[in-house]
């Protein structure tokens, strides 16, 4: 029996949820599900620029699991660039945390 996930702590909510190419229509489309914990990883490793130690605390994760998180959301993310695919954000074991900053 596998272990159960750790709930992810994510200190952002994505208001925006879709993103797909200009000029194609959404049902000649496919899609990527980018899960809220992948899109959290990106956004503190490659937004905000955070080393890998401290964003893998930020999310209450260790190193090795966040950095397979970014790794699977850049490629995601790079399917769907390159392959013009759409992107769905949605998904995935986490929880909203509130920084006190």
């Known amino acids: 029996m596998p272990r159960p996930?750790?709930?992810?702590r994510v200190g952002f909510q994505p208001d925006i949820t879709y993103f797909k190419p200009a000029g194609v229509r959404l049902r000649e489309?496919?899609?990527?599900?980018?899960?809220?914990?992948?899109?959290?990883?990106?956004?503190?490793?490659?937004?905000?620029?955070?080393?890998?130690?401290?964003a893998a605390k930020k999310m209450n994760?260790?190193?090795p699991t966040f950095h397979r998180l970014v790794l699977s959301a850049?490629?995601?993310i790079a399917?769907?660039?390159?392959?013009g695919k759409a992107i769905r954000?949605?998904?995935?074991?986490y929880r909203i945390f509130k920084s006190r900053f």
């Open 5 to 8: 996930r750790i709930c992810r």
């Open 79 to 83: 399917d769907a660039i390159v392959n």
């Open 29 to 54: 489309l496919k899609e990527v599900i980018l899960g809220v914990d992948e899109f959290e990883a990106v956004r503190l490793k490659d937004l905000d620029g955070l080393e890998q130690e401290e």
């Open 61 to 63: 994760i260790s190193q």
């Open 74 to 76: 850049r490629k995601k």
């Open 89 to 93: 954000i949605e998904g995935g074991n």
